[in-house]
């Protein structure tokens, strides 16, 4: 594990985090849910930072509800711990083994009023609550559930939340990032952190926030990740971008773990004059078109960088976007440094992956272009 | 005269009597079993077994016992990555497979490497997936015990829970239509029996006439959860009947009455092209997986209870000791040699190279598109940038 990790570079963001030096982390806004602006902060990693809004959820409204596979115990990440024992197994529980289930029942609580915040176990896993079976309950019912019902009727309380990405040892099955089929379906928001402390805070407006969410937990940050996280209720806000870091020679998107290998990425270039703009986009559907784009104008290039497949990705999505309203001010083509076209491979991920050379040598290339 | 009224299916009868189907029959379904706790038979009308297919199906049983203690071993001791027992269903795992024929067609869940023990995948080609190493099978592209083997019969591991239920249906519909002496068996946990996918399976297979046999081993648990929270049921054996699918349960413990079962199982599903359900009771003896403590979600003594009390190794042993089939002697031997060969047997996958990269590409397709072609050629020049990012191991 270790030497995998050395290979991505991720132990050096941990240790960096250890020495105090939490750049990448910091967030520029963060809105008090409570009004409360004097919460006192904690050193904690990111499944108790998800672990904390759950208890806060569950605590601030009386009508949510957590619940998933193995979420009684605490769940296979420990992102549940303590909750069923603090408000109950009517409001915590374990379900039978069944996404369709899971994401059908949860809409269906959702629709009547109530906050569901339901778990799957692996983002891998939520395709039977997709496609697989039939009832396709994510994309053609809680997508829809307002729309067709001339908002009548909606399931905004509806909140999936599924751990995403490459762990060093996950193959296939352990390791997928699937956000782009996601941000196909109007009607649902799709939200990924970088951080501990910026779990929290978008869990939090996900679960509060009025249309259904599917929010992608980064699982090789649960233990990795460490960072000073308010104690108090607070949200950060959907559908903004924040630059994480300012440059003026080449802009970076990216989202959840790949961000700590861009950043790195960012500091390597830096050494070669090379000064870089950094965005986590945190919210992919609908996303910040406004940030990424001021910052495009500014430096005239962009790069993007995600895990899953570059083809079809949704790289993709924000290259076309992003070229039809900086067509004049770009001056090189639109860099994608991603996952390859092909099943995440277990002993071959150190080779799929994006890593902090590949992008570095995309900036290299960009900014010579 | 009673009244009836002709209905799709057949006559159905009219009565005056509202009365509502109970959720549960008074008692459960009772329990298929052929040797008591002694290892004495309960009758003498058993599907019998041979003294060469006894000690085979010992020794067998035996050999996934020690591959999986050396095994988890290794994985403790970060050899490997991952690794994920069999305790305590040893005897489903090799009872089943070696009342089926070789020609039969498996599609498995995961806790079932002891089907390909019986059919002669031998330690070298478990620990060569284990350490997805260049003579995986599987070239090195899943996770450890993601085992398959098409000489086998024996159809890939896949993580997602239920899957191979459908799948195993369409397959023996293929079996049907090529009128082959053969069927297919798939295997699952209960947990796997809340998927839609294993509702799909047995109405698909009902409807379709297909000869497979559903094998459902009800170990009680299912990581944390326990049976209690994933079904309300009479366990699984109480939902054949509903889909119109023959089903049994049977004492998962006794490999003499899985034996049977699934001998009789797999008669009926080829000879009436039918699907056959057979839930076999058991216990998950040891933790999930590696990922997992089971102790912090269930009893010691619950554990202690099955391993030592009920365990299917211990009562098939008294039954052949008593027959005369093996002695101390023998199962010494058989132990030291199992135990050599796998030590052998990592120690030559550990040292053995890595598939080479080309096999991060092939496979996707028959053959390359142009997208991998070109992202090969990129990943090529950027190795030979950063040689320091990549594994030695992989030969490039
Ligand atoms: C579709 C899907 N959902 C969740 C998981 C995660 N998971 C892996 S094993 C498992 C429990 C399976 O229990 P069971 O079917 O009873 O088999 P057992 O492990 O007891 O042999 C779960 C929930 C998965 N692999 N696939």
Not at chain 1, 152 to 176: D, E, K, M, W
Not at chain 1, 218 to 245: C, F, G, H, Q, T
Not at chain 2, 229 to 245: H, L, M, N, W
């Amino acid at each position: 594990m270790a030497n995998c990790l050395r290979r991505f570079g991720r132990l050096g963001l941990i240790s960096k985090a250890k020495n105090g030096k939490r750049e990448l982390y910091s967030t520029t806004s963060v809105s008090p849910a409570s009004g409360d602006n004097t919460s006192s902060t904690k050193s904690i990693n990111l499944f108790t930072a998800v672990n904390q809004a759950l208890h806060i959820a569950l605590d601030s409204d009386p009508r949510s509800y957590v619940f998933g596979e193995d979420v009684g115990f605490g769940g296979v990440f420990r992102c549940t711990t303590g909750l069923a024992d603090r408000f109950g197994k009517q409001r915590v529980f374990n379900t039978p083994l069944c996404e369709q289930g899971i994401v059908g029942f949860a809409i269906g609580l959702a629709a009547m009023d109530n906050r569901a915040i339901a778990e799957i176990q692996f983002v891998d896993y939520i395709y039977p609550a997709f496609d697989q079976a039939g009832d396709i309950p994510i994309v053609n019912e809680a997508a829809k559930f307002r729309y067709r019902s001339g908002n009548q009727f909606n399931c905004g309380g509806l909140t999936i939340r599924a751990p995403y990405g490459a762990v060093g040892h996950g193959g296939h099955y352990h390791s997928q990032s699937p956000e782009a089929f996601f941000c196909h379906v109007p009607g649902i928001k799709v939200v990924i952190p970088r951080s501990p402390r910026q779990a929290k805070g978008l869990l939090l407006s996900c679960i509060r926030d009025p249309n259904p969410v599917v929010f992608f937990e980064p699982k090789w940050l649960y233990r990795l990740a460490v960072e000073e996280v308010p104690e108090n209720d607070y949200m950060l806000p959907l559908s903004e971008a924040e630059v994480i870091r300012e440059g003026s020679d080449i802009t970076l998107v990216g989202w959840g773990a790949q961000l700590s290998i861009m950043a790195e990425a960012c500091v390597e270039a830096e050494k070669d004059g090379i000064s870089c703009e950094l965005i986590d986009l945190r919210t992919l559907l609908p996303w910040d078109k406004e940030t990424v784009e001021a910052s495009v104008k500014k430096t005239g290039r962009l790069l993007i960088s995600h895990e899953a497949p570059v083809t079809g990705g949704f790289g993709a999505e924000i290259s076309a976007s992003i070229v039809e309203r900086c067509f004049l001010r770009l001056e090189a083509p639109v860099a994608r440094v991603c996952g390859l076209d092909t099943p995440f491979p277990l002993v071959f991920e150190p080779f799929y992956m994006p890593t902090k050379n590949k992008i570095l040598d995309a900036i290299k290339a960009t900014v010579s272009y | 005269m009673f009244q009836s009224v002709d209905f799709p299916g057949g006559r159905v009868a009219f009565t005056s009597e509202m009365s509502f189907i109970a959720e549960s029959s008074e008692k459960r379904v009772k329990c298929y079993r052929v040797l008591d706790d002694n290892g004495h038979p309960m009758s003498s009308r058993f599907e019998q077994v041979s003294k060469e297919v006894a000690v085979k199906m010992y020794s067998s049983m035996v050999t996934l016992q020690i591959m999986d203690t050396i095994f988890y071993e290794a994985q403790r001791q970060g050899r490997l990555s991952f690794y994920l027992t069999s305790n305590g269903e040893e005897a489903i795992n090799i009872a089943s497979a070696a009342a089926l024929s070789p020609d039969d067609v498996v599609l498995p869940q995961y806790r079932e490497p002891g089907v390909l023990i019986w059919r002669g995948f031998t330690m070298q080609e478990f620990a060569n997936q284990c350490f997805g190493n260049k003579a995986d099978y599987g070239k090195g592209r899943q996770m450890p015990i993601h085992y398959g083997s098409n000489k086998h019969n024996y159809f890939t591991v896949s993580s997602p829970i239920a899957t191979q239920l459908p799948q195993a249906v369409g397959a023996a519909y293929s079996v049907k239509m090529d009128r082959r002496d053969a069927c297919v068996v798939t295997y699952f946990g209960d947990g796997g029996s809340s998927e839609g996918d294993f509702h799909a399976s047995l109405n698909f297979a009902a409807v379709m006439e297909a000869p497979v046999v559903f094998i459902c081993r009800n170990n009680g648990w299912a990581i944390s959860t326990p049976t209690s929270e994933q079904f309300r049921s009479d366990g699984i054996v109480v939902k054949g009947q509903a889909y119109g699918v023959r089903s049994i349960r049977v004492d998962g413990n006794d490999a003499l009455a899985v034996y049977g079962a699934i001998h009789a199982a797999r008669e009926m599903a080829i000879r009436e092209q039918r699907p056959i359900l057979v839930e076999a009771l058991t216990y998950r003896v040891g933790h999930h997986s590696t990922s997992d403590d089971s102790t912090k979600y269930r009893p010691a003594d619950e554990i202690q209870r099955w391993k030592i009390s009920r365990n299917p190794l211990a009562r098939f042993r008294k039954w052949i000791e008593r027959n005369g089939w093996l002695n101390d002697e023998d199962e010494s031997e058989l132990r030291d040699n199992v135990r050599k060969q796998l030590l052998h047997a990592i120690q030559v996958a550990e040292r053995t190279e890595k598939p080479p990269l080309e096999d991060l590409f092939t496979d996707v397709y028959d053959h390359l598109p142009s997208n991998l072609q070109e992202q090969e050629k990129l990943l090529r020049d950027t190795i030979e940038k950063h040689p320091q990012d990549y594994p030695a191991g992989v030969p490039v």
